[in-house]
């Protein structure tokens, strides 16, 4: 419920009125000293019950000033990341020759007059940045350029989040959240938990909510229904174009009750080949469409993520989150892996006891693969 005046609150009540009433009669129907008792008696016994503000949740998005984090940020402050009634101190880290650009974003901020929004801290230092911070959203990496080898872009993120690693476990607050969207996301959030040995495994996450909303588009723009009305899709193992988008598990609300979506498709070719692969190079048709990088559905998927993640799921329902390994379904134990996640108080577990056929084992394994690869290399780039 969003911070409503006490007072409204009581004269909303109906205990309240009956009360008011009494003590207009011992007040001799003076209204003023009546409505006085009345609270009085109602705050004293707890008979109307009336919500305290919230603290503000400190919320850390680096590389703010790029295109992810600029649609990032409003959309926290908005309320979208965390509920309506939740107010939010942002922090926003850059490198230094963002800073300027940063302070505009900061500027922005302030100009859109955001009821939630308790305070901004606008830096380029990364210890005032994560200082206190409750949620961390790393969306700042080294994106890979024209002719970069595979292990200079690691070399580059894995210096990035060693030293972001470092702040987060010495200055963020008790249980920090931490979500990584920079690519190579799984990766990065494998290193990022070697040297933040505090903050336990299973605050350690990545983005692969922006492929399981992608593949819900897809499903509900084949289908011809509301994206709402689909759910339990899964992506399992990496962001990047290994991902397995898997439809077997996944539902349509219809008047008649929930289908499958295989049965309402009724077409296994393009489910096992077109839809796949659209899920797979989703990124790169938007780059290729709009000449720059998918920012609005990532900062979005982002927001969805968290707020999952903090607020809970639907009953009956799972998301995708890149989570550290702990073995299930065979995957190797140590990597983050994207698997079906419910979240309750706060906390994230794996879907057990999916059915895999063999289409989907080669799938996860082939991906399983290539996060091994890619964790290998980012260990080699340490040593």
Known sequence: MPF????????????????????????????????????????????????????????????????????LVPMIARGVMLGPDQPVILHMLD??????????????LVD???????????????????????IAVMVGGFPRK??????????????????????LEKHAAANCKVLVVANPANTNALILKEFAPSIPEKNISCLTRLDHNRALGQISERLNVQV??????????????????????????TPAGEKAVRELVADDAWLNGEF?????????????????????????????HI???????????WVSMGVYSDGSYNVPAGL?????????????????????????????DLTAEELSEEKALAYSCLS
């Not at 409505?35 to 503000?56: C, E, G």
Request: glycine share 6%.
């Open 228 to 253: 709402s009305d689909v759910k339990n899709v899964i992506i399992w193992g990496n962001h990047s174009s290994t991902q397995y988008p898997d439809v077997n598990h996944a539902t349509v609300r």
């Open 112 to 134: 859109a007059a955001f009821p939630l929004l308790k305070g901004v801290v606008a830096t380029t230092d990364v210890v005032e940045a994560c200082t206190g911070v409750n």
């Open 4 to 71: 409503q005046d006490p007072e409204k609150l009581l004269m909303e009540s109906p205990f309240f009125w009956k009360l008011l009433v009494y003590c207009s009669v011992c007040s001799v129907l003076d209204m003023h000293n009546a409505f006085l008792s009345a609270s009085a008696i109602a705050r004293q016994y707890n008979l109307v019950t009336v919500p305290m503000a919230k603290d503000p949740v400190r919320v850390l998005v680096t590389g703010a000033a790029g295109q992810i984090g600029y649609a």
């Open 146 to 167: 024209e002719g970069m080898e595979r292990k200079d872009v690691m070399s580059k993120n894995v210096s990035i989040y060693k030293s972001q690693a470092s702040a």
């Open 307 to 317: 707020r999952d993640w903090v607020l809970g799921t639907p009953e009956g329902t």
């Open 336 to 364: 983050i892996y994207s698997f079906p996640v419910y979240c309750q108080n706060g906390e994230w577990k794996i879907v057990q006891g999916l059915s895999i056929d063999e289409f989907s084992r080669k799938k996860l």
């Open 276 to 304: 796949i692969t659209t899920v797979q190079q989703r990124g790169a048709a938007i780059i290729k469409a709009r000449k720059l990088s998918s920012a609005l559905s990532a900062a979005s998927a982002a927001c969805d």
């Open 95 to 108: 490198i230094p020759p963002a800073a300027e650009s940063l302070n505009g974003v900061k500027m922005e």
